[in-house]
């Protein structure tokens, strides 16, 4: 099973970035402990961040026949991407949509999601274990089996 974990603008800074809000741990951190993870399910995950809208877009369309579940934290473009939205909804794979900060206790800007009608499921507020959590799901997913 092949899962792709996406992180949208600003998750490189991740460890320096607001520490209070999203915890002290790097993305590369996060990332290596998913893949520690992922490889003890028999999964393999691969990762890419981008502070550019069109390349996380590119990269979901990449993903076609070849990814069975994504893991996305779309990050700002949460409250703003219709065309995240449908690049996900374009290729037809089961999305969990992360985010380490609790969107619904912050600004009334971040209340709104463009991904959550359409994912699989939500994990908010939770930190980095959120993205552990969403992993776990994934490769439960009943469309992801394989
Ligand atoms: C975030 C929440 C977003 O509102 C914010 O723009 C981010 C990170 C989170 O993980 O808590 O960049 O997605």
Not at 32 to 60: G, V
Request: no cysteine; proline share 3%; glycine share 6%.
């Amino acid at each position: 099973m092949n899962i792709l974990l996406l992180n949208g603008p600003n998750l490189n800074m991740l460890g320096q970035r607001e520490p209070d809000k999203y915890g002290t741990q790097t993305l590369q951190n996060i990332v290596d402990d998913l893949s520690a993870q992922a490889k003890s399910s028999d999964a393999t995950l691969t990762h890419f961040q981008s502070n550019a809208e069109h390349a996380l877009i590119d990269r979901i369309h990449q993903s076609m026949g070849n990814i069975d579940a994504i893991i996305i934290n779309p990050a700002a473009f949460t409250h703003t991407s219709v065309a995240l939205r449908d690049a996900l909804l374009s290729v037809n794979i089961p999305f969990i949509e992360v985010h380490l900060s609790n969107v619904h206790a912050r600004e009334s800007f971040r209340h709104h999601s463009y991904f959550s009608d359409v994912a699989a499921g939500v994990i908010v507020g939770l930190g980095a274990i959120g993205y552990s959590l969403a992993l776990t799901a994934a490769i439960n997913l009943p469309q992801s089996k394989n």
